[in-house]
């Protein structure tokens, strides 16, 4: 089974910068669209970013365009999130998630696997 692992969360001040990694087993990562979601305490979950199987097609939530950038490295089965220009609004648990295609993974769908998160801080 697939499983996948975030890190590289933890406390920033605000317009600092920090990279997630989101590490994958298994030998069928390129077969899957990835994604970043997150969570704040008392919100619901939200999409963030997504990236094609190839890493051809990106795709950004509005409140993170220009400021976050998702990529992926197949070879080492890792997707990874940018996040540049942090805001306190920013501030959640991140989780990266597999699934059929980045299209669908904006609307929350086709979501197959999920990480267990980790926790950004982003202080003012």
């Known amino acids: 089974q697939v499983q996948l692992v975030e890190s590289g969360g933890g406390l920033v001040q605000a317009g600092g910068s920090l990279r997630l990694s989101c590490a994958a087993s298994?030998?069928?990562?390129?077969?899957?669209?990835m994604g970043w979601f997150r969570q704040a305490p008392g919100k619901e979950r939200e999409f963030v970013a997504a990236i094609s199987t190839s890493g051809g097609s990106t795709y950004y939530a509005d409140s993170v365009k220009g400021r976050f950038a998702i990529s992926r490295d197949n070879a080492e089965n890792t997707v990874y999130l940018q996040m540049n220009s942090l805001k306190p609004e920013d501030t959640a648990v991140y989780y990266c998630?597999?699934?059929?295609?980045?299209?669908?993974?904006?609307?929350?769908?086709?979501?197959?696997?999920w990480g267990q998160g980790t926790q950004v801080t982003v202080s003012s």
């Open positions: 998630a597999g699934g059929a295609t980045a299209l669908a993974m904006t609307l929350m769908k086709s979501t197959s696997y």
């Open positions: 298994g030998r069928t990562f390129s077969m899957y669209a």
